[in-house]
Every structure is written in structure tokens, then in C-alpha cells.
Nanobody, 125 residues
């Protein structure tokens, strides 16, 4: 089970930190990702991390503003979001790959992720 928290409303230029706590699931060599979906749009990959070596990837629109990180002791993945823009407004979902291994290296494709959280809303206005 993946449980997101940390969403909310913020003014443009502000910051938020999203958390994704995994229970019943220990990530050691999997990919974790953050995805978002705005009304009327498809769900897009925002950032992902390979927990085996903490390598990270980002969609171009958030590079330099968002940072994904992991805390293995807490079985938690974070998304630090800074310099937020109105176009960042969306429901944000945490996801994890099912099969272990580095096959998911660099993926921001939602089809590669089999475990999903319920989402947390981020509104920038």
C-alpha cells in the first residue's frame, strides 16, 4: 500500500513536499515514481527514482524545480516541489514497480508501475 500526503494549496512561487509511505512493501531495488493528472489531461510521469542506487529522472517541465528522494529507513519517497506554477496544479500520485530490478531505470511511463497510491491534490493559484 502506498499512501501520499503533503498536498495542499500554495501561491505561485511557493513550495510543497509530498510524501509517499509504503506499507507491506519494501523497496530495495525498485523504481518509485510521482505522476500527476490535471482535469481533462492524461496522467504524466513527473519524477522517478531507482531505489537501488538513488538515480533520478524528471520530466523537462519540472527539472530544476522538483526533487525526488528516498528514505529507506522510513520506507518513504518524497517529492520536494519549489517555484511552483499554476500549471503544476494536479492530483499527484505515488507509484512503484512490482518486479524488482533495474529494468525500470529512467522510466516515467505509467505502464511500468503496478502499485499506486490514492493521490494527493496540489493547487497552485
Amino acid at each position: 500500500q502506498l499512501v501520499e500526503s503533503g498536498g495542499g494549496s500554495v501561491q505561485p512561487g511557493g513550495s510543497l513536499r509530498l510524501s509517499c509511505a509504503a506499507s507491506g512493501y519494501t523497496f530495495s531495488s525498485n523504481c518509485m515514481g510521482w505522476f500527476r493528472q490535471a482535469p481533462g489531461k492524461e496522467r504524466e510521469g513527473v519524477a522517478s527514482i531507482y531505489t537501488g542506487d538513488s538515480s533520478t529522472w524528471y520530466v523537462d517541465s519540472v527539472k530544476g524545480r522538483f526533487t525526488i528522494s528516498q528514505d529507506n529507513a522510513k520506507n518513504t519517497v518524497y517529492l520536494q516541489m519549489s517555484s511552483l506554477k499554476p500549471e503544476d496544479t494536479a492530483m499527484y500520485y505515488c507509484a512503484a514497480t512490482v518486479a524488482p530490478g533495474s529494468w525500470c531505470y529512467g522510466s516515467l511511463d505509467r505502464r511500468d508501475f503496478g502499485y499506486w497510491g490514492q493521490g494527493t491534490q496540489v493547487t497552485v493559484s
